[in-house]
């Protein structure tokens, strides 16, 4: 089936459902928008997308996607799809209820992989990539509009650009952030480094809580930082396992603040250090210094997109097994010591004031020497 751009005037784009999986969708979006740079597009997610993409200039309007349980929340976004007439039909994720709903709403054009014996389903069914598992995550999404710009032109360059990944907070917002911590007692003027030691979907992706609380002591204590606690509601017992684990008393925000508060509040942070979660994502998307924990999943599929951002990782032979609860021992993480991401956290922090004394000194005290700082 032919696609003329001329005749695409209003594009439905399904979006991802994890927050980190919407962020490495940024590239694919933005790319979107040059190949159909007169249409009006629509991202559908979840509501919790709006905190990420609000302002965002590559996309023109956000519909929410409730969770599909049932057959209510199914038929309401095919009348909402059915309602906005749209031409074309972009599905990012792999899901059948994805190409179910579009094929359902009428929509003409229907774009995106024929996984899930969907592709019946699809005006332009894409074959997955060969090379799927081999290469970051960002890519998968590239290749849907790379296939989206041969229909219409015949051709594709997106392969031979660099994905373009920023986003951007608003001064107001950064300044609301700011606000925000010193409202709840944070030192402003000290290097602030916000932890996320939870994870939403994997208890395997967490690095043990006592050695959250000993890094935390260390960057508040040696490195005379400010140490904000931040992770979603469902992730409060673990920073209450980090709190009393702590010996001094770092900045808690978990589970009190909206997706746009925290990405807010990483857009003015020093550094992050977290596990492989959502997060980790978005911190690196805002051009801020990132330290990422990995254990059970691949960094060259999910890592962070972005130059900002460094991974501590010591695979055994068994990582990455992608399990969401490890069934022996936690090698992966065990391995990693407190030693290794605190140095690695205090040359992140050195990158931002290269002149700080209070860095040198801690590198020294844990064996790094002057020089070896960037």
Known sequence: MELRAKKIERVVVRGANWVGDAVMTVPALRELRRVLPRARVTLAT????????????????????????????????????????????????????????????????????????????????????????????????????????????????????????????????????LALLEGRGADTTRPLVAICPGSTNSRAKRWHADRYAALADRLIGEAGATVVLIGAREESDVTEEVLAKMRRRPVVLTGETTLAETTAILSVADLLVTNDTGPAHLASALGRPTLVIFGPTNPLTTRPFSSEAEIVRRPPDCAPCMLRDCPIDHRCMTAIEVDEVFARAVLLLNQESPDSAIALNCLRHVGIEGEGVR
Not at 153 to 165: K, L
């Open 46 to 177: 979840r509501a919790w997308a709006k905190d990420i993409f609000d302002g965002a200039d590559f996309i023109d309007e956000l519909l929410v996607v409730e969770a599909a349980r049932g057959v209510r929340p199914f038929v309401r976004q095919v009348r909402d799809w059915r309602a906005r007439r749209f031409d074309l039909a972009v599905l990012l994720p792999n899901s059948m209820e994805s190409a179910l709903v579009a094929f359902a709403a009428r929509v003409p054009s229907r774009v995106g992989y024929a996984t899930e014996s969907r592709g019946e389903f699809l005006t332009h069914a894409l074959e997955t990539p060969a090379w799927r598992g081999a290469r970051h995550e960002v890519f998968y999404y590239l290749n849907i509009i790379a296939g989206l710009e041969r229909a219409i032109t015949g051709a594709s360059g997106i392969e031979d650009r660099e994905p373009r990944f920023a986003l951007e907070v608003s001064d107001a917002r950064r300044a609301q952030a």
